[in-house]
């Protein structure tokens, strides 16, 4: 698989990119939840108050609330009371919480000064206690409980004074020890609470303070909502524009990828020799190349949320959760994943093995198609068609089969898991619930642990689909790396050798032995003739005498296992294929066409060839009847295969098509059989006179066709049993005698040869 993806090296840069957007919406994401937690726990539950330090309180207020601190001047050094000059920064204060038409009367109103946010939060905790003591004096029902207490044994005009006086003036007045003993019981209550209802119950008290100044407590609640608000929309929008473009440039790295893959396996493809070609069959090379690298590329896509993004949202949302004072619920996140890994841990151990077979079975589906769509018309013709569907059936059902199982084990990952998150939720609701009721968690916070619990068990999951992808993807990128890393068995030397000018046109067969790969037997053994330039060399011999192997070793298909094979003086082996094939015009036993033009296919060799030698070519062909009796021409359209001109047709223009390349050697395999008696008489006369000085080769099944060549080889079980003319043949060589005879009468061999 890392083999795969070293070809990234090209998108480096679309690659950092990703993964840059990828950190930024991760760190984005791990924001959110801290934005609903303080849209509930500030803005709705306090108000739009932040802390438990009021911004600006009353000189009365503060002065009940310096009573209950023993820390008055701590608490005054944060202050300033308002005079007839206040300074700009005071002016905006006061016109933020009072409004702008409120004027301030002298020494009436304490204003915070700017501190840092450690001086405030020191602040808090120095008046937290005294805020909440002053809310609960100033009700009524505990100032005459309090008074009650004070006045039990005194006499009754006495106990009438103490209860018109003000409580606070009261406690103001008495000694600290005292003091410290009637205040006992509602100061061991507040020590008791946790710190988070404590600041709750002080911010309520804020809130009073605030309500006394006559600050708009409903406008300060929405002004923070709305920020609030359009601070997670800011987030939220950031996170929407890095999900996007992490998609687009993550589809177009793996589209990127996916194009590099198809190159190099086509090039690859390309340069094999038979060899290569025989142990890959067509069906799996097409798979390979579409539906393996495929994989690959959907595999691409996902890869770098997965190895970015998941681990900082996994990693990232359990800090928060531990950073945060109420984390007692923290093992519920542990559940939550292990219930996740166990679900896609069985899941995969079910399925894996199911889709290692699956891209085998679509190699075989494929086979099976492409073989019964090439053989329809003997699948016809011997009426077979029941047969073939079966076989086709059989191939499809196992794939249906094996899809079916890996779908539906797949399908079922989906509802178990958001089962699960939804139970996990259902959990933290209950405990987060009970948490709430007894003081020790504010809703917000609640909320803000159920976001992050969804965003870990996410992560894990993206984390888990990936690894049942992954494995998927590494089997196609093992059957793509099969054909990128094959080597081809032939190949061009360092330092390849030039042909020699004084043997132009000679082809050289000097005990030349062959066997295919994996063979136990040779194919050809101990081939010796040589094919000279001005004459045709013609190869006849019975079906599997190696005929076509032969010809097959000249432009180098397969290479020589014994002996050697020289062109132009100088062993195929030494100089280079793309040379070598230059001076060649082969055409092959099966005429072959290319989609596209009569034009492009004759143009083949070499696209700017003039119109007149295109021409001539097919004229030679015996082609040029048939192409201008077509309504364009030579711009007549060709089929997939030439599968819209007839089996002569094609033979024609493939012969053509080597002739308009003019050569220094051609060599035809057995090119003519398509051709009737007639066509193929004029066409051998036509060529003759067009390769007068050149080298030419045929293989040929009918004796009509090589009557007049100079040289005939016979062969016979992969060895040469006889070279010579057909004369000499006919009198010296009993297994040429046979085969002419076996076509053609002696008396009509003879006229032949005559004429």
């Not at 606070?168 to 003993?181: A, G, R």
């Not at 004084?502 to 295919?516: I, P, Q």
């Not at 003739?529 to 432009?555: D, H, M, R, W």
Request: aromatic content about 6%; proline content about 2%; glycine content about 6%.
């Amino acid at each position: 698989m890392l083999k795969v993806l070293k070809n990234l090296k090209k998108s480096f840069g679309s690659v950092m990119i990703i993964v840059i957007l990828l950190c930024i919406q991760a760190m984005t994401d791990l924001a959110l939840p801290d934005y609903t937690s303080k849209i509930v726990n500030i803005g709705i539950q306090a108000g739009g108050i932040e802390t438990a330090v009021p911004e600006v309180i009353t000189k009365e207020d503060m002065d009940h609330l310096l009573i209950l601190s023993k820390q008055k001047n701590e608490i005054l050094d944060h202050y300033r009371l308002i005079d007839d000059n206040p300074s700009r920064e005071e002016e905006k204060k006061i016109s933020k919480f009072l409004g702008k038409e409120k004027k301030v009367e002298k020494d009436t109103i304490y204003l915070l000064k700017e501190i840092d946010e450690e001086a405030k939060n020191n602040l808090t905790k120095l008046i937290m206690n005294p805020l909440m003591e002053l809310s609960i004096l100033e009700k009524e029902e505990t100032a005459n409980q309090i008074k009650e207490k004070i006045t039990r044994n005194m006499e009754k005009e006495q106990k009438q004074y103490i209860q018109s006086q003000n409580l606070l003036v009261l406690i103001e007045n008495m000694p600290e020890e005292q003091k410290d003993k009637l205040l006992e019981e509602f100061t061991d209550k507040i020590s008791e609470m946790q710190d988070s209802i404590k600041e709750q119950v002080a911010i309520s008290c804020v809130k009073e303070i605030y309500k006394k100044v006559g600050v708009d407590t409903d406008k300060l609640q929405n002004d923070y909502i709305l920020k609030s608000g359009l601070q997670m929309l800011g987030v939220a929008s950031i996170t929407m524009i890095s999900a996007i473009s992490i998609m687009l440039l993550s589809s177009r790295v793996a589209a990127k990828l996916g194009r590099t893959l198809r190159d190099k396996v086509f090039k690859k493809v390309i340069h094999f020799s038979n060899k290569e070609l025989s142990e890959f069959s067509t069906a799996s090379l097409i798979t390979r190349s579409t539906n393996d690298i495929q994989q690959i590329q959907q595999l691409i896509t996902m890869l770098f949320r997965v190895v970015v993004y998941a681990p900082i949202i996994g990693i990232g949302g359990f800090i928060k959760v531990l950073a945060n004072s109420d984390n007692q619920m923290a093992w519920i996140i542990g559940v939550a994943i292990l219930a996740v890994l166990f679900v896609v841990g069985t899941l995969f151990i079910i399925a894996m093995p199911r889709f290692k077979k699956l891209q085998e079975l679509v190699d075989k589906i494929n086979q099976v198609a492409r073989e019964i769509l090439t053989g329809l018309p003997v699948i016809r013709a011997f009426h077979k068609e029941k047969k073939e569907e079966n076989r086709f059936e059989i191939a499809n059902k196992n794939l249906m089969k094996t899809d079916l199982f890996v779908s539906r084990a797949m399908s079922m990952m989906m509802p178990l898991l958001m089962f699960i998150m939804n139970s996990i939720m259902i959990l933290i609701v209950w405990v987060g619930g009970h948490a709430v009721d007894q003081g020790i968690m504010q809703v917000g916070d609640m909320m803000a642990f159920i976001q992050y619990t969804m965003q870990i068990v996410m992560a894990f999951l993206m984390i888990s689909m990936i690894s049942i992808m992954l494995p998927r993807a590494a089997v196609s990128a093992r059957r793509i790396n099969e054909v990128i890393e094959t080597e081809p068995s032939i190949k061009d030397l360092a330092e390849g050798k030039t042909f020699d000018p004084k043997k132009k046109g000679y082809v050289e067969f000097k005990n030349v032995s062959f066997r295919y790969p994996d063979a136990d037997t040779e194919i050809l053994s101990d081939i010796n003739f040589t094919a000279k330039p001005g004459e045709t060399t013609a190869i006849i011999g019975s079906t599997g005498s190696g005929k076509s192997t032969v010809v097959n070793l000249i432009p180098r298909f397969y290479d020589v296992t014994g002996g050697e094979l020289l062109i132009d003086g100088v062993n195929v082996k030494e100089v280079a294929q793309k040379d070598l094939r230059n001076i060649i015009g082969f055409v092959p036993q099966k005429g072959i066409l290319f989609s596209g033009t009569i034009e492009s296919n004759l143009k083949y060799a070499d696209e700017t060839m003039s119109d007149e030698q295109m021409k001539q070519a097919a004229e030679i062909a015996q082609a040029k009847e048939f192409i201008e009796e077509k309504e364009k021409n030579y711009q007549e359209p060709i089929a997939q295969g030439g599968s819209n001109v007839s089996g002569g047709q094609k033979q024609r223009l493939s012969i053509a098509r080597a002739i308009a390349k003019d050569p220094e050697i051609f060599v035809f395999d057995d090119s003519f059989s398509a051709l009737d008696f007639k066509t193929d008489s004029k066409l051998r006369e036509a060529l003759a006179t067009k390769t007068k000085e050149k080298t030419v080769i045929i293989v040929a099944q009918r004796i009509n066709t090589i009557l007049n060549a100079e040289k005939i080889v016979v062969l016979e079980e992969g060895k040469v049993v006889g070279i010579g003319t057909h004369e000499e043949l006919m009198e010296k060589n009993e297994t040429y005698r046979q085969i002419a005879l076996s076509q053609l009468s002696e008396e009509e061999l003879k006229k032949k040869g005559e004429k």
